[in-house]
């Protein structure tokens, strides 16, 4: 990976293999620096961030975006199971992947300086879809939101990043049918009408695992 990608540095690997069961532990950089959000992914205030925090982050995820991925993150077949629950659409077909950290929200990210915490699900993810996961973690606070669609207009603006705003919507949303999110929900449900045309069902259950 580029180091370009504003990530804790790895310095060893450790594999356990016990029959069916594989343990992995790793060995990073201890961050002093505290996250934008402690408390929750999604974010609750303004964290008035500077533009280099911003052009950082493009930065990283240009970067990472060439990196040669370890997996398949989003799957296409758990997406044909959830848009329906929890969209009311079908899903669209995701057609153009890039190498995304997959996790991209507000407790994974560290205040000035920046630094990408939390790699366990990094890997190949719909075009999109790492930017419109820190937007939709970012409802609640407008100016931020706006931010990064301003940020991240060229992505975010295009039919394939439409679609990976679909995909982090259809997430968040299982997430909300567990149980997660509960003020967040109701902006989600706003978006998710805005981007399909249609009004997002009510779930209470979740359909497992991406």
Same mark, same amino acid.
């Given at each position: 990976?580029? +180091?370009?990608?504003?990530?804790?540095?790895?310095?060893?690997?450790?594999?356990?293999?016990?029959g069916?069961? *594989?343990f992995?532990?790793?060995?990073?950089?201890?961050?002093?620096?505290?996250v934008v959000?402690?408390?929750?992914? +999604?974010?609750?205030e303004?964290?008035?961030?500077?533009?280099?925090?911003?052009?950082?982050?493009r930065?990283?995820?240009?970067?990472?975006?060439?990196?040669?991925?370890?997996r398949?993150?989003?799957?296409q077949?758990?997406? +044909?199971?959830?848009?329906?629950?929890?969209?009311?659409?079908?899903?669209?077909a995701?057609?153009?992947?890039?190498?995304?950290?997959?996790?991209?929200?507000?407790?994974?990210?560290?205040?000035?300086?920046?630094?990408?915490?939390d790699?366990?699900?990094?890997?190949? *993810?719909?075009?999109?879809?790492?930017?419109?996961?820190?937007? *939709?973690?970012?409802?609640?606070?407008?100016?931020?939101?706006?931010r990064i669609?301003?940020?991240?207009? +060229?992505v975010?603006?295009?039919?394939?990043?439409?679609?990976?705003e679909?995909?982090?919507?259809?997430?968040?949303?299982?997430?909300?049918?567990?149980g997660?999110?509960?003020?967040?929900?109701?902006?989600?449900?706003?978006?998710?009408?805005?981007?399909?045309?249609?009004?997002p069902?009510v779930? *209470?259950?979740?359909?497992?695992?991406?």
């Amino acid at each position: 990976m580029s +180091d370009k990608v504003s990530r804790p540095h790895l310095h060893d690997l450790y594999r356990w293999e016990r029959g069916e069961y *594989v343990f992995e532990a790793e060995l990073i950089d201890y961050i002093a620096q505290p996250v934008v959000s402690p408390e929750t992914p +999604d974010l609750t205030e303004d964290p008035e961030i500077p533009d280099s925090w911003w052009a950082t982050l493009r930065e990283s995820l240009d970067a990472l975006s060439a990196a040669e991925p370890p997996r398949e993150t989003i799957r296409q077949s758990w997406a +044909d199971r959830v848009f329906p629950e929890f969209l009311g659409i079908p899903a669209p077909a995701i057609t153009e992947r890039v190498t995304g950290h997959a996790d991209l929200q507000w407790a994974n990210l560290t205040h000035h300086p920046l630094v990408i915490l939390d790699w366990e699900r990094w890997g190949a *993810v719909p075009f999109g879809y790492d930017p419109a996961m820190l937007y *939709v973690n970012s409802l609640r606070v407008p100016v931020v939101a706006e931010r990064i669609r301003t940020e991240f207009a +060229d992505v975010l603006d295009t039919p394939a990043g439409q679609v990976g705003e679909q995909i982090a919507l259809a997430e968040m949303l299982q997430a909300v049918g567990r149980g997660w999110y509960v003020e967040l929900a109701p902006l989600l449900r706003q978006r998710a009408e805005e981007v399909t045309g249609v009004l997002p069902p009510v779930s *209470v259950t979740g359909t497992t695992a991406v």
